[in-house]
């Protein structure tokens, strides 16, 4: 059976817009990234995946350990439901609140671990909790965006703390403190997890970036290593996190770290078929119907400007899936209440009929929808809720 006929086949009954996600691409992907991790742990992002049963799906598997999350308030959600007992909280959190009801609960203490990457965070936690508060658990996180040159910054904006005396420093600030543990370290190297090496149909951006992220490595696995050394001399680390689903060969391959990252790599999204290593199988999509046919070769949808954060450029913009041959109109796009596609197939589709996209990002899907029903085969198993179905919104 064609993929475009199994998933109309399975979800006959719903009208769109709607989200699946095909477990057996979902399940594929997350054996595939247990292969790639070489045997290191993976902590899984919650952030590509904002759906609690997939996260226990995931989680289930051999291979899977802990998780990490964007936001206090939802690593202390996910504790209150016994998710796991290990959950990183890798943004830095100034809620105030979040923080009182985290030193409130003793299990959530025992589970939860704040991202620190100044003394300043240390300030803030005591102003909100007072001089003698319980111990939080903390992570160093460590900058490892590549800076070949004064001034040439390459990478996400993280941490400051770049060198591995910077790290020792913060990490004694840390233990003097009363009411702190230092129990890891971060340290996420987006400018190779995050960046495909192959962009299609660009051939020389991918030569550059190539370049740029063999240099980045060579340089990152020795100033890795120098700071976690010299900051195991000041406390014992439960773990050292790093890469994402773009990197977990090459940062699998640094004895420094001792857990990898990863969360797109299950979803599939478009941003991550720009890799020459490996393809992640498109497992979470979204169906849109057809409302009007305003001319020949064009066929307009309801809804679908699902536009995924970042650089305001054309590959945040959902794209047409299934049937293929389809794209969207360059003046026009995806919009809030329609989203045009022209191309060969346009023409045979007709009102009420489905076009399945996918989304530039894997888990900003999930707060545009309610539910996630998991498709296996040509039937429907399960609908779920995301965390929008459960009322829970932490970005």
């Known amino acids: 059976m064609q993929p475009r006929t199994r998933l109309d086949a399975a979800t006959k009954e719903f009208d769109p817009p709607f989200a699946i996600v095909d477990l057996d691409a979902f399940d594929g992907n997350a054996d595939d990234l247990v292969r790639r991790a070489g045997g290191r742990p993976i902590r ?11 996260l226990e799906r995931v989680l289930d598997r051999p291979g899977y350990a802990g998780v990490m999350c964007y936001s206090l308030a939802e690593a202390l959600w996910l504790s209150s439901v016994d998710l796991s007992e290990d959950l990183l909280v890798a943004y830095p ?44 658990r903390v992570c160093l996180e460590l900058d490892v965006s590549w800076r070949p040159l004064p001034g040439l910054h390459v990478g996400p904006r993280r941490s400051p703390v770049h060198t591995a005396r910077q790290a020792r420093a913060l990490a004694e600030a840390i233990t003097r403190r009363p009411g702190f543990r230092l129990v ?3 340290a996420y190297e987006g400018q190779v997890a995050g960046l495909g090496d192959q962009p299609p149909g660009k051939p020389l951006r991918g030569a550059v970036l190539r370049w740029m992220q063999k240099h980045s490595v060579a340089e990152l696995v020795e100033r890795r290593s120098a700071a976690v050394h010299a900051v195991r001399q000041v406390a014992e680390l439960e773990f050292v996190n790093g890469g994402g689903t773009g990197s977990l060969e090459v940062t699998g391959a640094d004895p420094s770290v001792t857990e990898l990252a990863a969360g797109s790599g299950l979803v599939g999204p478009t941003l991550f078929d720009g890799y020459r290593g ?8 979204f169906a849109l119907p057809v409302v009007r046919r305003p001319a020949r070769g064009v066929a307009t949808l309801f809804a679908g400007g699902y ?41 045979a589709l007709r009102l009420g009929d489905r076009v399945w996209m996918r989304h530039a990002k894997a888990g900003e899907a999930a707060e545009r929808f309610t539910h996630y029903h998991l498709v296996r085969g040509d039937a429907v198993e399960r609908t779920v809720p995301t965390y929008r179905g459960e009322g829970r919104s932490f970005g």
């Open 93 to 136: 959190t100034v809620d105030r609140a979040a923080l009182r009801a985290l030193a409130a609960d003793g299990v959530a203490r025992r589970r939860v671990t704040i991202v620190v990457d100044s003394t300043d965070h240390l300030d803030l936690v005591r102003a909100a909790l007072g001089e003698d508060h319980p111990e939080i």
């Open 44 to 54: 899984v992002a919650s952030k590509s995946v904002r759906v609690r049963a997939l």
């Open 184 to 186: 890891g370290v971060m």
């Open 307 to 347: 536009i995924a954060s970042g650089t305001a450029t054309p590959d945040r913009q959902p794209t047409p899936y299934l049937p293929a041959g389809l794209k969207l109109l360059p003046l026009e796009g995806a919009g809030e209440v329609q989203t045009p596609v022209a191309g060969k197939t346009a023409d």
């Open 278 to 285: 490996f393809r992640p199988r498109p497992a979470v999509l």
